[in-house]
Nanobody, 126 residues
Framework: EVQLVESGGGLVQAGGSLRLSCAAS????????IAWFRQAPGKEREGLSC????????YYADSVKGRFTISSDSAKNTVYLQMDSLKPEDTADYYC???????????????????WGQGTQVTVSS
């Protein structure tokens, strides 16, 4: 059974940091790319960052470049999203997702991703 389980969300003040984790199981981790998306109330789902577990390439959306860092631990089948300098507009539900490394995963578009987690909530207070 494929599972992606996010953790690490919570409430933080503006300027603070959080680290999200995405624990993956049930598929060949090394053959997949893992991405982080978010969705705020009334807004479309937004791709933030992704990392290929086959070659380590990482990509970021302009909205988070320089503030968020994605990393992968293949020994733990876990991908992390370190979020620094958080802003109130970062408030959203955050999801991790997995796509085959041969796909257009790097475009950070939701249809390229086969598996999704249930999400974790991040709230940034001003």
């Amino acid at each position: 059974e494929v599972q992606l389980v996010e953790s690490g969300g919570g409430l933080v003040q503006a300027g603070g940091s959080l680290r999200l984790s995405c624990a993956a199981s049930g598929f060949p981790f090394g053959n997949y790319a893992i991405a982080w998306f978010r969705q705020a109330p009334g807004k479309e789902r937004e791709g933030l960052s992704c990392i290929s577990n086959s070659n380590g390439a990482a990509y970021y959306a302009d909205s988070v470049k320089g503030r968020f860092t994605i990393s992968s631990d293949s020994a733990k089948n876990t991908v992390y999203l370190q979020m620094d300098s958080l802003k109130p507009e970062d408030t959203a539900d955050y999801y991790c997702a997995a796509a085959d490394s041969d796909s257009y995963y790097f475009l950070l578009l939701a249809p390229a991703y086969d598996y999704w987690g249930q999400g974790t909530q991040v709230t940034v207070s001003s």
